[in-house]
């Protein structure tokens, strides 16, 4: 389906929802077979002669660009750039506690990829953004059933945010054009946000005054306290969920695996979101009470940071665990039994897979 591996595990088929099993998310860089995708309704298949992006609010000159607009009035770039859905690990809330009606994502909600297209600054300084301190809301037309009254699919950023110079339109994926399920023809990517800030399919874009007022940002993706009811919460309850949190998954060896006892490589991604680097990462066979220090892969600004590290495995059961540390000094918690909330969103707890060692 949609051209995905075949064994991706598939969450929902309609609207798709999948990703690649972690042991699939071991290289820097995700092909484009493997990246997850996270739908909120049907994907929307927009034809590019007719497809056109509006710029508007609080803008001295509204735009309405055509495809080839957008690719010739800006400059391209082209960024490796690491997305993350809220939801990842939410596997991991779930063996706390249920969460009805949400996906039981893994540690494959995330991929990291080769992203090209314009700056959204370029585009906002092209149409006379006014004012710095408000935010910048996107709009796509995919209509979905979660919300109770259907509703597209939108959010917004803050316009410092926007305007930083590293958020792209993009309108190629690992070099190719934008495939329809991720977004065609143009989305937005969002370094170091949670995913659900990069909207695909995006029509319009509107400089304002506030937050976007769509269901999947003032409703959905808000870290609820736990005793709280999600079906009664108001908008604008929670936490707005914006930056990544710090968080690591370990990609190999895969869970359930079996091996020799002796040395063993354990690899994986950690990541933090806008404003923080990833600075060390820490591994160890649970009962130890020492951490082995991973070697870090070269830190890249807005991807996530590959890590490997060797231990010394006896024979039996044995649990890997690892944990990441950031630029502020902050750590992962260690249990997401603390974390438990009812959307089930930012499981950043300590990674961990069981092994056997013969
Ligand atoms: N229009 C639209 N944009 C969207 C979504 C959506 O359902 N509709 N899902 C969001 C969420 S929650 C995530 S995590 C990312 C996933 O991007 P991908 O499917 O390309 O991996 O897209 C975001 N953009
Ligand atoms: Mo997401």
Request: glycine share 10%.
């Amino acid at each position: 389906m949609w051209d995905k591996r075949p064994d991706m595990v598939v969450h929902e088929a309609d609207p798709y929802n999948a990703e690649p099993p972690p042991t699939a998310l071991g290289d820097l860089v995700t092909p484009t077979d493997t990246f997850y995708v996270r739908n909120h309704g049907p994907v929307p298949v927009l034809d590019p002669a007719t497809w056109r992006l509006r710029v508007d609010g609080d803008v001295d000159t509204p735009l309405e660009l055509d495809l080839a607009a957008v690719k010739s009035r800006f400059a391209h770039h082209r960024r490796q750039v690491t997305l993350q859905c809220a939801g990842n690990r939410r596997a991991g809330l779930l063996a706390v506690r249920d969460i009805p009606g949400e996906h039981p994502w893994g540690g494959g909600a995330t991929g990291s990829a080769w992203w090209t297209g314009v700056s959204l600054a370029d585009v906002l300084r092209a149409a006379g953004i006014r004012g710095t301190d408000g935010h910048v809301a996107f709009e796509a037309p995919d209509v979905s059933r979660v919300p109770p009254t259907p509703e597209p699919f939108g959010g917004s950023i803050e316009t410092d945010r926007a305007l930083a110079g590293d958020v792209l339109l993009a309108f190629a994926l690992n070099d190719e054009d934008l495939p329809p399920v991720h977004g065609a023809p143009l989305r937005v990517v969002v370094p170091g946000y949670i995913g659900a800030r990069s909207v695909k399919w995006l029509t319009r874009i509107v400089v304002q005054d506030e937050p976007s007022t769509n269901y999947f940002q003032a409703h959905a993706y808000r870290l609820l306290p736990p005793q709280a009811d999600p079906d009664e919460a108001g908008p604008g309850d929670g936490i707005s969920l914006a930056a990544v949190a710090l968080g690591c998954e370990i990609t190999a060896p895969d869970a359930g695996a079996q091996m020799a006892a002796g040395p063993v490589t354990v690899g994986g991604y950690a990541h933090a979101g806008t404003g923080r680097r990833v600075e060390r990462v820490d591994v160890r066979r649970f009962g130890d009470e020492a951490w082995t220090t991973a070697d870090l892969a070269e830190d890249l600004p807005g991807v996530w940071r590959r890590w490997t590290a060797i231990l010394e495995l006896p024979a039996g059961a044995v649990r890997i665990q690892a944990r990441a540390w950031d630029s502020t000094g902050a750590c992962q918690p260690a249990d997401a039994a603390d974390l438990w909330n009812p959307k089930g969103y930012v499981n950043h707890s300590w990674a961990e897979v069981d092994l056997t060692v013969r």
